[in-house]
């Protein structure tokens, strides 16, 4: 198991009038589709010769716990890495490569204290349908503070990331108390 990066966000939302507030987590990646051979591809120059189908999975994004949880789980066999070395002719050496990317886990935790789940909203940016899970200030303030806690891991399982980020969310509690001094 190694750990990649461990950060937590902490938003101070200052309003000149008491005043109910709403976060929203958007996310796009909603359902399972194959990326055309076309310019989609040639965000990751790893895949734009990739002569097979390159499939992007959804991530998982619920209201959980009085936030929202947020996350993606690369499948234990990642092709990508395998490709990777047959690009660059590194055959040889594939036992010396680390996989980094089979297993891994990263997303996160949006919550705020005072803050309730607040159902769902969808859109589009540009031409991307997104989807956005909210929450909303139980009552009117003149701040609030949202925390967003995130998470990357190469966990054995998903329930070994979700216990990690779960004590990283309680940490956040202390820390954003430090944050606001």
């Known amino acids: ?29 909603l359902t ?10 040639h965000a990751s120059f790893d895949i734009v010769a990739y002569p097979g189908e390159v499939r992007l999975s959804p991530d998982n994004v619920s209201h959980a716990d009085g936030g929202v949880l947020f996350y993606h789980c690369n499948p234990p066999d990642n092709w990508l890495g395998e490709l990777k070395i047959r690009q660059q002719g ?20 949006m919550t705020s204290d005072g803050f309730q789940p607040d159902g769902e ?11 956005g899970w909210q929450l909303r200030s139980g009552k009117p303030g003149r701040r609030h503070h949202l925390r967003i806690i995130t998470h990357i891991e190469q966990a054995a399982t998903l329930e070994l990331w979700e216990k990690k980020l779960v004590e990283l969310k309680d940490k956040s509690k202390t820390d954003s108390k430090a944050a606001r001094a």
């Not at 990066?5 to 939302?13: E, G, K, T």
């Not at 050496?93 to 935790?109: A, Q, V």
């Open 1 to 29: 198991m190694r750990s990649v990066a461990v950060q937590s966000v902490f938003a101070a939302l200052p309003c000149a009038l008491a005043t109910p507030t709403t976060a929203t987590y958007e996310n796009w990646r």
């Open 32 to 41: 399972e589709e194959v990326l055309p051979d076309d310019t989609r591809r």
């Open 90 to 109: 590194l055959q040889a050496f594939r036992d010396e490569i680390p996989d980094d990317l089979s297993n891994r886990t990263f997303g996160g935790f």
């Open 121 to 131: 909203t969808t859109g589009v940016y540009q031409t991307r349908e997104y989807k």
